[in-house]
Structures are given as C-alpha cells and as structure tokens.
C-alpha cells in the first residue's frame, strides 16, 4: 500500500484523486489558498512514499517541490507534478483521449470542428452522448482526417452514431489550412491530428521539420519522470475519463464578457479575408464532400447539421463590408453541399439577434459560460436529438 498526500487546487486535484489504483491510501488532501502556512510540523510528508502537486501551475508546483525536498529532505522522485502525470498519461492527440475513455456503444453522437465547438457547446446539456473531436484552431482537412482515423481505428465505437455537427468556424473556412498558418505548432500541441503534416513542411513560419517536431513532443513524455509512479498507482483509462470531464467543465471558468475596448479594436483584418488561396479553397470544397460521405458510411441516415457559432453581432456590423465577397463564396457553396447529400442542413447562426449581447461573448468571436448554455439549447432545437 503506498501511502500519498495530494497538494493542490480543482479540478487537478479530482482528476488525480479519482484516477488512483486500490493500492493507493490517500493520507491527506490539502486544497491549497495563499493563507496556507507552510511549516514542517503541520504535515507528517517524510512518512509517504509519495506526494502528488495537483497544479495547473508550475512555476507554483517548482517553488513547492523546492520546499518540500529541504523541509522534509523528500527525494526530487517522490515528489510527482500534475502536469507531468497527464503528460506521460494522456494521449498525444485529443481524439483518442476522446475514444479511448469509453467502451462501444457510448456515443450517440459526434461534433466536428474547432475553438467555437470546444468552448461554445455545454456537452452535459444535450441529451445523449456526443464525442467532441473539435480541436482549437483544427481546419477542414484536419477534420476530415481525424474522422478517417477514427473510422478506422474505433469502427466499433461507432455504431450508435446518429447525429453529427459541424462547426464551420467563418465564412472564411473554406481559405484555411492551418498547417501553414502560424497556429500550426500550438494546434498540433493541443491535441490535434499528428500523424500528417500536410502542407507544415512548407510552412514560413517555422524552421523545424514536422517529423522531429512531433517527435520532440512525444520524447517530453519520457522525460517527466512519473513513469514509475504511474505504473504503480495510476489507472489510466480513468485519468483519461476525469481529464476529459475536467476540459468540459473549464467551460464553466470562462465567464469573462468581451470589453468597449475589445470591439472597438475588432476590425477583422487577416489574411483569410484580404486574400484567396485558391488551391486551398479547392482542396477544402473537395474535402467537405468527402467528409460527407465519411458520415454517411457511418450511418447512412446520419442527420448532419453544419453551423457557424454565434459572433458578437456589434463587432460583425464594424466589419460587414469586408466580408461581402468571401461570405456569398461560402454560402454558395454551404447551400451546393446541402442540396447533394440528403438530411445535410447548414445553419448561418453568426449574427443571432438573440446573442446580440456582450453578455454572451469572451471575445468578439467566442461565447463565454453564459453564450454557450444558451447557445446549447439553440442546438437542441437544431438537432432535435
């Protein structure tokens, strides 16, 4: 039996507790606030084997290991960070984390997509259970090549699926690769699709080659050093779970509303607006269809709901004008989709009267805690789960 103390502050400190193994005996869990005294006849930690710093917060969890080891004269290796547990546990891209944390038959339903999906829609408010694969900043082509892996990889966690949605982000979608873009190393970082580089390779933004990129990330995990403490302690598929369960529930932290200055300083100035990247835009019409018929052989009466997420709709009235173009482009193309693949809808929720207050908004272009309930309940009535 190995005895442990937890240091640390939620949800860390649920994930670790709820992920240990029966030979595990939890003496103490100390829920950490700055009026905590730090005085070595408080705490019997030189008697564990193992003391766990439950933290999103290593310059914190540092200057603590640092304590406990000339306090306690703990060894550095009895002392385990948060970070590097979930590091060494969790599976490089989202989607697994995902498909891995549940058996067959689970999901009812699948959301695709990016930032808007991740942080716009309340999962424990739908009524089945939906697997959100969306990834910040994941573009078509990413989408597209995440729901093959799943198909091949988990073709059994697939069969209860019925509904799926998209998020389609802008009427610039259709003009973005993200693999060349200056997000592509914090998107791969976040959980992305890593298993092909795509365009990166020819990326300006980074001197780096994809392969040892994804290779450096990968060789991190083994240098955490928890290796042994979590063959020893850890239940992995459980870890994965409380992981998965505390993101979901980060939505519930994001309460900050969009500022006067904000949306003053909003003037949607980038490169997808003032610029078509022609095969880009080729490749993406091509690949949306592709994804379709993806859905389709998962369950041929799929019902398919494409939507852009609501935007602050005083900050899309500054910049309307220089949308004009890119924008009927998009439609165009949204309403050829739905007419070629049958129970395929497309819904332009950008400018909802409804969500036209910055109540609702963390920025101009993302919901916060309080746009995405309401924004959840418009989706039910979308989906008709």
């Not at 406990?68 to 009895?78: A, V």
């Not at 890593?194 to 300006?204: A, E, G, P, T, V």
């Not at 063959?231 to 309460?255: P, W």
Request: charged share 25%; aromatic share 14%; with cysteine.
């Amino acid at each position: 039996m190995k005895d442990i103390y937890i240091i640390g502050k939620q949800p860390s400190i649920a994930v670790i507790g709820n992920s240990l193994n029966r030979s595990v005996n939890v003496k103490q869990i100390i829920e950490w606030n700055e009026s905590i005294r730090l005085t070595s006849n408080a705490w019997a930690f030189e008697k564990s084997d193992y003391v766990i710093l439950a933290f999103n917060n290593r310059k914190l969890s540092m200057l603590l290991r640092r304590w406990l080891i000339e306090e306690f004269q703990l060894s550095d290796h009895n002392i385990v960070d948060y970070s590097d547990i979930v590091l060494y546990e969790l599976p490089l891209m989202h989607v697994d984390r995902i498909f891995e944390a549940y058996e067959d038959d689970y999901y009812q339903g699948i959301v695709l997509g990016l930032s808007h999906a991740r942080v716009g829609i309340c999962p424990e408010m739908i009524p089945i259970n939906v697997a959100d694969i969306s990834v910040s900043a994941q573009d078509i082509y990413y989408n597209y090549s995440t729901l093959k892996y799943i198909i091949s990889k988990y073709p059994t966690r697939l069969k209860k699926i019925q509904y799926a949605v998209y998020d389609v982000f802008d009427y610039t979608y259709l003009n973005y690769d993200v693999s060349l873009s200056n997000n592509a190393c914090q998107y791969y970082k976040w959980g992305g699709y890593s298993l092909d580089s795509h365009n990166f390779n020819s990326n300006k933004n980074f001197d780096v080659d994809f392969n040892e990129f994804i290779s450096s990330i990968q060789s991190n995990k083994l240098k955490t050093g928890v290796e042994h403490f979590c063959n020893e302690c850890i239940i992995r598929g459980d870890l994965i779970k409380q992981y998965n369960k505390a993101e979901v529930d980060m939505i519930g932290s994001r309460t900050k509303t969009v500022s006067p200055e904000e949306i003053l300083a909003y003037d949607g100035d980038n490169s997808l607006v003032n610029k078509r990247f022609e095969s880009t835009i080729k490749e993406n019409i091509e690949l949306l269809n592709k994804t379709m018929e993806l859905l389709k052989s998962i369950n041929p009466n799929m019902k398919i709901r494409l939507v852009i997420l609501p935007h602050y709709p005083k900050a899309c009235r500054q910049i309307e004008s220089k949308y004009k173009d890119v924008k009927k482009m998009f439609l165009d193309r949204m309403n050829v989709l739905c007419e070629t693949w049958d129970d395929v809808e497309f819904y332009d929720l950008k400018e909802m009267p409804e969500f036209d207050n910055e109540l609702y908004f963390y920025d101009c272009e993302h919901l916060n805690f309080f746009g995405a309930r309401k924004f959840t309940n418009t989706l039910n009535t979308v989906m008709q789960w």
